[in-house]
């Protein structure tokens, strides 16, 4: 059975920083992209950073670019999302998605999901 499994969730003051795990089971961990969203009130699943495990290639929001990096460990079978510098409006519950082929920010293209993380940056 397909599984992904976030962890690393909290809460921090602006500025601080946290490092989310996805732990996946189940798939050819080699052979996916992976995802990483936040569900914003108003404007639904947005997409952050995203990592195909093909070739490497990383992606970023404008929102998170040069203070977010994703990475993957193949031995391990997790990916990661180094967030620093956390601002307020980061606070949000973040999911890890999984597919076969390239990244995209389109959620829709996604067909596993973690059940999510809470982040929370606030003083």
């Known amino acids: 059975e397909a599984q992904l499994v976030e962890s690393g969730g909290g809460s921090v003051q602006p500025g601080g920083s946290l490092r989310l795990s996805c732990e996946v089971s189940?798939?050819?961990?080699?052979?996916?992209?992976f995802g990483w969203f936040r569900q914003a009130p108003v404007e639904g699943r947005q997409g952050v950073s995203f990592?195909?495990?093909?070739?490497?290639?990383?992606t970023y929001s404008d929102a998170v670019r040069g203070r977010f990096t994703v990475s993957s460990d193949k031995a391990k079978h997790t990916v990661y999302l180094q967030m620093n510098s956390l601002q307020v409006e980061d606070t949000d519950v973040y999911y890890c998605?999984?597919?076969?082929?390239?990244?995209?920010?389109?959620?829709?293209?996604?067909?596993?999901w973690g059940e999510g993380t809470q982040v929370t940056a606030s003083s």
């Open positions: 189940g798939f050819d961990f080699g052979d996916l992209a």
């Open positions: 990592i195909s495990n093909g070739d490497g290639s990383t």
């Open positions: 998605a999984a597919r076969h082929g390239p990244g995209t920010v389109d959620h829709l293209m996604y067909d596993y």
